[in-house]
């Protein structure tokens, strides 16, 4: 059973262009979270998506940032003209249920550098 | 304002050595999850307490819930290398939509 895939694993944007990061779930589970996170610290909460719906954003930029996560399909966490400040890594998770019952089981990350 | 303080930061010890890390709220959570990061990974889940004054082991890891539900610690005993890492506290609120808030993190360098 393959765990929670996100690709790219290393992505290099210039400022000005738009990044896209995908996430696919672990087979079975139908909730996925976007967080963020900068070097040696802890983990940001950005989104909180169940198919086709986004339940709570409350951590993501008003501006330039998105997600989605289609019926069929990975998760994409969609950010528009990046800029130096949105260098960071972005890890996806998924779990079954809400993480209050469920446990999250957490991708690799995806490394983005805005140059 | 960080919702769920974890003390220390950073922590560097010589192994065989004994160390607890805090992980502190003034809110109360419904559950509290321990996760481990290293370098280049996702991080992976510990353990999950859900009752106060509740203690789970495993192996030399120690976890336990704060009896109010508010805070937690976590004990290691003789630190080995292989424990070296990014140790991360994550809480869920029953006020929540369902996400889980992280701490800082804690920052464990165990030397042979």
């Known amino acids: 059973n393959a765990g929670v895939m996100q690709n790219p694993r290393h992505l290099v944007r210039r400022r000005g262009q738009e990044a896209r990061l995908r996430c696919s779930p672990m087979k079975g589970h139908s909730h996925v979270y976007w967080y963020r996170q900068l070097p040696e610290e802890g983990l940001k909460f950005m989104v909180y998506l169940q198919k086709e719906n986004i339940i709570d954003e409350s951590g993501m930029p008003k501006e330039r940032f998105s997600a989605e996560f289609p019926k069929e399909g990975p998760s994409i966490l969609r950010i528009q003209q990046v800029v130096r400040g949105d260098s960071a890594a972005y890890f996806c998770?998924?779990?079954?249920?809400?993480?209050?019952?469920?446990?999250?089981?957490f991708g690799n990350g995806t490394r983005l550098t805005v140059t | 304002t960080q919702l769920l303080e974890q003390s220390p930061q950073f922590l560097s010890i010589q192994e065989g050595e004994n160390l607890t890390v805090y992980c502190n709220s003034s809110s109360v959570f419904s559950s509290l999850q321990w996760y481990r990061q290293e370098p280049g990974e996702g991080p992976v889940l510990l353990v999950t307490?859900?009752?106060?004054?509740e203690v789970k082991k495993l192996k030399r890891l120690t976890f336990q819930f704060g009896d109010a539900r508010k805070d937690s610690s976590l004990h290691i005993t003789a630190a080995q290398p292989g424990d070296t890492g990014l140790y991360l506290c994550a809480g869920a609120r029953a006020s929540n939509t369902g996400k889980l808030i992280f701490g800082q993190g804690t920052t464990l360098q165990v030397k042979p």
């Open positions: 307490v859900v009752t106060g004054g």
């Open positions: 998770a998924s779990s079954t249920g809400g993480a209050r019952n469920s446990p999250l089981h």
